[in-house]
Every structure is written in structure tokens, then in C-alpha cells.
């Protein structure tokens, strides 16, 4: 489809085709509902901070036909590791968690977004590029969107529904009237992708914890690594020398001796932590970065943008076909956005955490972390943490919305959400346990 074959009505108006746009779309494609997804970038952006696809994601990415290429692409990451330089404090291995994909897949943003756009050109749709959203104005029932393409035709589309998945800085959220609040932390971080000589054997993110600061350490295919590193204010975009220091001064035994060759990406960037504050504004949504911005400590961000795709497609779909009333779409802010706010709690966590810098408190945090990994299932529920697979909707709250899932999930269950039991609270001061899935309902 290009602009000039653009329809003047259509069911989803998706802006945005990153990650979660395109799995959206794709969603949307195999359920068979009338779509269109545009972006203003002519081509999918090169380089990018996402690096690896949590089990969780991958689940759903199963569902819409694109898992097995993706697993092809990436490695199988063993999960997380903490150390102080040489010593090892903490790993959480993903090998006996509760998921068909029992690993971490480290893989590019950019090639998930490839493969994301084969596999809904597959299913008979396409991005429209070089396309950007300038005016929204409602239309009941739905909204009159004017776009206007790379040569400066406009034209207007009507949508039952818009999706904002325009990252950050989004168009959709601002012309729907809506905030972003929160915060942007102080410190900065440099980025770099790094070819090395030798690929590494160690398929562990790791976060290394020195005197001299910070550095996470993942490796991904092609004989790269990954380098996230906290750096001085006005540090620009670091170097082969930068990153080679970097390792030398700051990472393990495994990765300080590696022979960095070049870099094929470099940036430095600084965190934000906001939510929108609602996910629903009548007829238009918003997923991913523009419903939420976080720490990309952990491997969160992709994953929990690609998973309000998920939530979101079936219950547009169950609205659009009168499968279910139209208020189950309420649900998606009911359920979405308070993990967003967890998600920022924890890897906001996370980042205090690896970047004290007190040499006492950081001794302190060090030893806590070795009793920890003593505990028995501590670790094991801190990996189903990063993996996502905690994630539940235990009380749904909009209206009837309860009642409605409940036929979503008799009639149609492979496109519902994990569902979740609760387990025994534990003793006084030691962290409550995953609880468990309950997989499969018919």
C-alpha cells in the first residue's frame, strides 16, 4: 500500500511501526480486522537500545507466526548475572522457568523489527513510510486522522480506533490532549554495539559492578556485544577506545581481554521514567513509548511495548466483530498501566542499585546480593521477574469487563493474556514467590 492507495475509512489507524506497532499490526492481520500503520521514518531505523526478546514476549510473538524465525536469528541467553568485577554475586538463569522458550533471546531491535514486517507482509499488509499524523478531530464514532506523505499530499482517514505507538515524543498523545508525567534522571549513559574478535562463550547479560561505575556487558549475533556503561555528563558518543576502556576497567575477567575491532553503533542517552495518565482517551490508545518510558535495565522496554500489542489486539478485535461488548477495551488501561508503573518501580530499582556509589554502601550491596543468591527460589523469582511471566490481571475492573473475559477466554484463548494463581504468602521479610501460570484454558 503506499499513500496514494491509502483507504478513506478503516477500523485501526496504527501511528508507529516499531516494535509494538508492527506486532499490533501483524495481530490485527491474522484476525483478519481492516487496518492501516504508518510512519514518518521512509525506512526502519538502523541501531536501536533494545537487545533481546524476554520469554514472555516470545510466547505471544509464537502466536503470530514470527517466534521461530526470531529464535533462529538470536542466541539463547542464559538470563542475568551481577558481579563485582572477578566474583560472581548473583545469577538468575533462565533454564528452569515456566515458559516453551526457557532463555533470554538476545537479538536486535532492528532485526525484530524485520522480521515483524516480513511476517505481516505475509499476512497481506504493509507500513506506510514517509507518512506522518498532523491533525486528530473526532468523527463519531470514531476519528478523522490527516496525514500527509513525503511530497506533502495530505489526506484524511477515518478510524473506528487510532493506536499511538509513536515512541516518546508521540503525536498521537499530544493531539489527544493527554500529559506525560514523570521524571528524567541525571545520569547518563553511553551505548555502543562492538564488534569483537572472538565472539564470547558467555551468553549472560551481565551487570558488572566496579570503583569505576557501572557496565552491562550482552552479547548478540554476528560476533557483537553489547556495552551500556554510566559515563560523566556532556561524555559524547563513545569510541573504540572508550569502550575498550570501559571493559578494561570496569567489566570480569571474560570480557575486559576482549579485542574490540570497531563499532557498528555508538550514542549516549539518558533515562526517563513517565506514564501517560491514561492508556485510553475514547477512541484512541496508546502502547509502548508513548504510553510509557522506563530504565532499560533488565530488558523491559520492547518487551512491554510488544505486550500491550498483545493485550490490546484480541479485546479491538472482540469490540470490532460484537464478540464482546465494547467496554472490555477498558480493560486495557485497567490492566496495562499498572504495570507500567511496576515496571518503572523495578527497574528503577535496578538502576539504584548497580549505580551506588558510596564504596560502603556499594560493599553493603554486594554482600546482600551473595546472602540473597543463598536463598533458596530467590533466584528463581527474580528470573521469572525479568522474564515478565509475573505479569497477571487478577482483578479486572472495568464494569463487566470481568465477565466479558471470561467468555474471551472460552471462546477464544490462545489470544488471552496469562492468567494467574497466587501462591502462599511466604514469611516475614522474604520476597512473595511467582506465582504460578495457569496455561491452558478451554
Given at each position: 500500500m503506499t499513500t496514494q492507495q491509502l483507504p478513506t475509512h478503516t477500523d485501526v489507524l496504527i501511528v508507529g511501526a516499531g516494535p509494538a506497532g508492527l506486532a499490533l499490526a501483524a495481530s490485527l492481520a491474522q484476525l483478519g480486522i481492516e487496518h492501516v500503520i504508518i510512519d514518518q521514518k521512509p525506512t526502519a531505523a538502523a541501531g536501536s537500545k533494545a537487545a533481546g526478546i524476554q520469554p514472555r514476549s516470545l510466547e505471544y510473538l509464537a502466536r503470530i507466526g514470527v517466534s521461530d524465525v526470531l529464535v533462529d536469528?538470536?542466541?539463547?541467553?542464559?538470563?542475568?548475572?551481577?558481579v563485582d568485577r572477578d566474583r560472581s554475586l548473583i545469577r538468575m538463569s533462565y533454564e528452569s522457568i515456566a515458559s516453551p522458550f526457557p532463555f533470554l533471546l538476545l537479538i536486535s531491535q532492528q532485526q525484530t523489527e524485520i522480521r515483524l514486517a516480513e511476517r505481516l507482509n505475509t499476512l497481506g499488509g504493509n507500513v506506510v513510510r514517509?507518512?506522518?499524523?498532523?491533525?486528530?478531530?473526532?468523527?463519531?464514532p470514531g476519528s478523522a486522522a490527516t496525514v500527509v506523505d513525503e511530497d506533502g499530499f495530505a489526506r484524511v482517514i477515518n478510524a473506528r480506533y487510532v493506536v499511538g505507538c509513536d515512541g516518546i515524543h508521540s503525536t498521537v498523545r499530544r493531539l489527544s490532549g493527554l500529559d506525560f508525567p514523570g521524571d528524567a534522571p541525571a545520569a547518563l549513559f553511553a551505548l555502543a554495539d562492538a564488534e569483537i574478535e572472538t565472539p564470547t562463550r558467555n551468553l549472560d547479560t551481565t551487570f558488572?559492578?566496579?570503583?569505576?561505575?557501572?557496565?552491562?556487558?550482552?552479547?548478540?549475533?554476528?560476533?557483537?556485544?553489547?556495552?551500556?556503561?554510566?559515563?560523566?555528563?556532556?561524555?559524547?558518543?563513545?569510541?573504540?577506545?572508550d569502550i575498550v576502556e570501559l571493559l578494561r576497567t570496569r567489566?570480569?575477567?571474560?570480557?575486559?581481554?576482549?579485542?574490540?575491532?570497531?563499532?557498528?553503533?555508538?550514542?549516549?542517552?539518558?533515562?526517563?521514567?513517565?506514564?501517560?495518565?491514561?492508556?485510553?482517551?475514547?477512541?484512541?490508545?496508546?502502547?509502548?513509548?508513548?504510553?510509557?518510558?522506563?530504565?532499560?535495565?533488565?530488558?523491559?522496554?520492547?518487551?512491554?511495548?510488544?505486550?500491550?500489542?498483545?493485550?490490546?489486539?484480541w479485546k479491538l478485535h472482540h469490540a470490532l466483530t460484537g464478540r464482546a461488548a465494547e467496554h472490555i477495551l477498558d480493560s486495557y488501561d485497567?490492566?496495562?498501566?499498572?504495570?507500567?508503573?511496576?515496571l518503572i518501580a523495578f527497574t528503577s530499582q535496578l538502576m539504584q542499585l548497580a549505580t551506588v556509589g558510596d564504596p560502603h554502601l556499594a560493599a553493603l550491596r554486594n554482600e546482600t546480593l551473595l546472602g540473597a543468591a543463598r536463598v533458596p527460589d530467590v533466584t528463581d523469582w527474580l528470573a521469572t521477574k525479568l522474564s515478565q511471566l509475573d505479569i497477571g490481571y487478577p482483578n479486572p475492573?472495568?464494569?463487566?469487563?470481568?465477565?466479558?473475559?471470561?467468555?474471551?477466554?472460552?471462546?477464544?484463548?490462545?489470544?488471552?493474556?496469562?492468567?494467574?494463581?497466587?501462591?502462599?504468602?511466604?514469611?516475614?521479610?522474604?520476597?512473595?514467590?511467582a506465582a504460578a501460570p495457569l496455561r491452558c484454558v478451554q
Open positions: 536469528d538470536g542466541l539463547r541467553g542464559g538470563g542475568f548475572a551481577v514517509s507518512t506522518r499524523l498532523v491533525s486528530l478531530q473526532e468523527e463519531f558488572s559492578l566496579s570503583d569505576h561505575g557501572m557496565l552491562i556487558t550482552s552479547p548478540l549475533p554476528g560476533g557483537l556485544i553489547r556495552v551500556v556503561a554510566g559515563v560523566p555528563d556532556d561524555t559524547p558518543a563513545p569510541s573504540v577506545s567489566a570480569g575477567a571474560w570480557a575486559k581481554d576482549v579485542h574490540v575491532t570497531s563499532l557498528t553503533d555508538s550514542s549516549t542517552y539518558r533515562v526517563q521514567q513517565r506514564v501517560a495518565p491514561t492508556l485510553r482517551n475514547g477512541n484512541v490508545f496508546l502502547v509502548g513509548d508513548a504510553a510509557h518510558t522506563h530504565s532499560p535495565a533488565g530488558g523491559q522496554g520492547m518487551n512491554t511495548g510488544m505486550q500491550d500489542a498483545a493485550n490490546l489486539a485497567a490492566e496495562r498501566r499498572p504495570v507500567a508503573h511496576g475492573t472495568a464494569g463487566d469487563a470481568g465477565a466479558d473475559a471470561v467468555q474471551v477466554l472460552l471462546v477464544y484463548p490462545v489470544w488471552l493474556p496469562h492468567i494467574w494463581s497466587s501462591d502462599a504468602p511466604p514469611g516475614p521479610g522474604v520476597v512473595h514467590p
